[in-house]
């Protein structure tokens, strides 16, 4: 197999964070997203721009941005889900923003506050604002592959919500297994339907949840289908705060083991992202479900 490289989205500074008891000082999460620069990631998910009564593992998220350091090569982006919060973002001088839109009302209701319908609405007038900006601007469509609260997602929904978050023209559209439901199959399948309504330009991504221990697989399934940029989470840490069972990230060290030994490339160092997953396992104070972490590399 010729050489290909393959683009990995750091989340633990956000997704990896979100949901945990243990919250970690700024302090901390500046030498967080420090050790991910140091192992060569290039984009990070640093924080949420989000009501920091409902993700208190968060609330620091302006004086976070104000406290990081600023690489050439590395850009910050953070989550944002109304205008409030893309002018916090905004004001903190992110390189991009990732807009949620949940496939289905229930989760939606949930985790926003809004139907789908209105979080496309939503989500259009966002990506327009930070697009007049300058800044990057991706849509993660939640709940892609099956929903907590309603189970399978038709095809023909997704397909539906695609279109819409499709029209508001974002520079990158994102497909999330919220809940770790997927199988490789299926990410054949709606890689292949979020290609056809988004057309052959615009960038394609996964977020995978390892909950059924699926998401290596589904990472091979969105390699073989052309989806190159993934995201990860050191140690695995992480998981959806509004959905049961939504737990366990893709350990960033773990997909990078695989792809070390299958000839893909990545800008990313492997020993120090299993010592970055030994350094946050101490500071939440809990054991991660990083694999890596457990046997080490091979040989």
């Keep these: 197999m010729s050489v290909t490289s393959v683009e990995l989205v750091e989340l633990a500074p956000r997704d990896g964070l979100q949901n945990e008891d243990a919250v970690l000082t700024t302090e901390a999460k500046v030498e967080l997203v420090e ?6 990631t290039k984009r990070i998910e640093v924080t949420s721009f989000v009501d920091p009564r409902r993700v208190p593992q968060l609330a620091d998220a302006d004086e976070l941005m104000s406290a990081l350091p600023r690489y050439d090569d590395v850009r910050y982006a953070g989550l944002v889900m109304n205008q409030r919060g893309l002018e916090r973002a905004l004001a903190g001088g992110v390189d991009e923003i990732d807009i949620l839109v949940v496939a289905t009302d229930t989760l939606c209701q949930r985790n926003q ?43 023909p929904r997704l397909g539906e919500v695609l279109r819409q978050v499709v029209a508001s023209g974002p520079d990158e559209l994102a497909l999330a297994d919220t809940v770790g439901v997927a199988v490789p199959t299926e990410i054949t399948e709606r890689a292949a339907l979020a290609r056809k309504v988004a057309g052959p330009e615009l960038p394609l991504r996964l977020h995978l949840h390892d909950t059924r221990n699926t998401a290596a697989a589904n990472a091979m399934a969105a390699l073989t289908a052309g989806i190159t940029t ?24 773990d997909l990078l083991y695989l792809l ?3 000839g893909w490339s990545t800008t990313l160092d492997l020993q120090e992202t299993i010592a970055n997953a030994a350094w946050l396992e101490k500071q939440l104070a809990r054991s991660l479900p990083s694999s890596l972490l457990r046997a080490g590399p091979f040989p």
């Design 35 to 40: 050790r991910a620069v140091r192992a060569g």
């Design 260 to 262: 070390d030994r299958m």
């Design 230 to 253: 993934l995201d990860t989470s050191i140690g695995g840490a992480g998981g959806c705060a509004s959905a049961p069972a939504g737990t366990r990230n893709l350990a960033t060290e």
């Design 113 to 155: 506050g809004m139907t789908t319908a209105e979080a496309c609405a939503t989500a259009a007038g966002l990506v327009a604002e930070a697009k007049a900006a300058g800044v990057f601007t991706t849509i993660t469509v939640g709940a892609s592959f099956g929903c907590p609260f309603e189970g399978e997602v038709p095809t």
